[in-house]
């Protein structure tokens, strides 16, 4: 409405918004969500309490649903539940749904508060390798770049990919000759009795993970788990910099920003932390 | 908007049905199902030309769609991405679908069309475990009902969840132990050399299961597999008649119904058959 000469307005102002959408398909896809909240079946009075709306009007919105295929009508009930085209749906979804993509927003916010180098890595056929890479506008200079493949046991990236997948016998295979083949003063680190088990039980109960200096010298790290959809840990997200440059503690600003970004892009791959102690942020208890 | 006093017609006619769905929502649903089908991810000129409607039009549609979180706008691109909100819907909807309720209407016209016994079977921990019977309204006699456990290898039902799940080792051993306790006339019908693994070839050939008077004296029954969104075969779909009674063949009409109504049961489980040449009805080699 006003005339005053602006730069355009990101983002647009919500009024505006709102205009350039579409009220009833609004309305349908809460229903449709609703009935996904409310365990994929429900009756039509119980639907319509969820959503806040008239039964008669929700029921106008299920016949279209039932149209489309996105819900069916159990036969000789009043059930409504979810149907082939939301399985279809979900599919779709969760094929074209990749960390990279999803952490791409995380990344820049990350960058941008924390002035540090910020990436995401994947477990690759080698290893924890970096597939995605940002720096801060005052680069800091290390060896480490996309397609890099960083050590599980000695990089921050490396114990979250592996604390999550510690019954992978593959990563358990890895990990054990890192462990042989490390130094005397890396080894000392870790639990004598059961190194590798321990640094993850640790990690675990940390929701993150945190080095200073063992992978890259002068160089601390803390890295946060991001999970798909069904629970799996599908990326580590990780910032670094210069050791004594920031607080790289469990604690600290940075580890806190990550493990909020990584619950972020977790939900964008459809992962619902409900339950799921497992891959919870912050258990009190390491889990067993 | 008629005044003649009808009793309730059963089901609504067409246009009244449409005045009760809400046109916009529809309309939703198809950029939303479009967007699926196009894999999950498309630019908005895309997205408008599978659908056919305008881009400004599909546009306004997606502000919505994108309002609700079932779809994302990548940052820095034109295309628009399935979203959490579809993630979680299709986890719904999979967790609630299951073959016994999917299989309901199917059963009753399998038993309208054939006069048969119809049921549906699933692996249960004793074995294939009948779950959902129905009589015809001339009941056949048979020594069968809900609860009932019928043999992998004699049993059509047996057969059609063995055959699809044949690298499973746990129903291979069950099928060995049921051989070595088999009659030597019921032995004789199988293959000498590879007994298990030819007579899976063969219905996976056949896409159905055929047995006559093997697990039931004077009885013959065929049976189709269901599949789930994953094309794991979830249920066995079976009809049973008395030998002569009916044309117990994999050509037959019994074996043509139960194949049809056994792809639409797959279809509400949310499998899509393109493709999936394993799981296909009638492949004209057997699968490797």
Redesign the interface.
């Known amino acids: 409405m006003s005339t005053t000469d602006l730069p355009e307005p990101p983002p647009a102002p919500r009024g505006r918004?709102r205009r350039?959408?579409?009220?009833?398909?609004?309305?349908?896809?809460?229903v449709?969500?609703g009935?996904?909240?409310l365990?994929?079946?429900a009756s039509l009075s119980m639907l319509a309490a969820h959503v806040g709306e008239s039964p008669a009007k929700v029921?106008?919105?299920l016949?279209?649903?039932v149209?489309?295929?996105?819900v069916?009508q159990?036969?000789?009930s009043q059930q409504y539940?979810?149907?082939?085209?939301?399985?279809?749906?979900?599919?779709?979804?969760?094929?074209?749904?990749e960390p990279i993509?999803a952490a791409?927003?995380s990344l820049?916010r990350l960058r941008e508060a924390l002035s540090l180098t910020c990436f995401v890595a994947v477990m690759g056929n080698k290893g924890a390798t970096i597939v995605r890479f940002e720096e801060p506008w005052l680069p800091i200079s290390v060896n480490a770049r996309v397609g890099s493949v960083l050590p599980l046991l000695w990089s921050a990236t490396g114990r979250v990919l592996l604390a999550w997948q510690r019954d992978d016998a593959r990563l358990r295979a890895m990990a054990e000759q890192e462990l042989a083949e490390a130094p005397t003063e890396l080894r000392a680190q870790l639990d004598a009795a059961d190194p590798i088990g321990r640094l993850a039980e640790s990690v675990l109960a940390a929701g993150c993970a945190v080095v200073k200096d063992t992978n890259l010298r002068g160089i601390s790290a803390v890295s946060a788990p991001v999970f798909d959809?069904a629970g799996r840990v599908c990326a580590a997200l990780t910032v670094l910099g210069p050791t004594g440059g920031f607080d790289a503690s469990v604690r600290g600003t940075a580890a806190k920003a990550l493990r909020e970004e990584a619950r972020a892009v977790s939900?964008?791959?459809?992962f619902?932390s409900t339950g799921l102690n497992r891959a919870g942020g912050m258990p009190t208890t390491p889990t067993p």
């Open positions: 918004e350039q959408r579409v009220q009833a398909a609004e309305t349908g896809l809460a449709l969500k009935l996904g909240r365990g994929g079946r029921h106008r919105y016949a279209s649903l149209e489309e295929g996105f069916t159990a036969a000789g539940l979810l149907g082939a085209e939301s399985i279809a749906l979900g599919l779709a979804a969760m094929r074209q749904a993509r791409e927003a820049g959809h939900a964008a791959m459809g619902a």
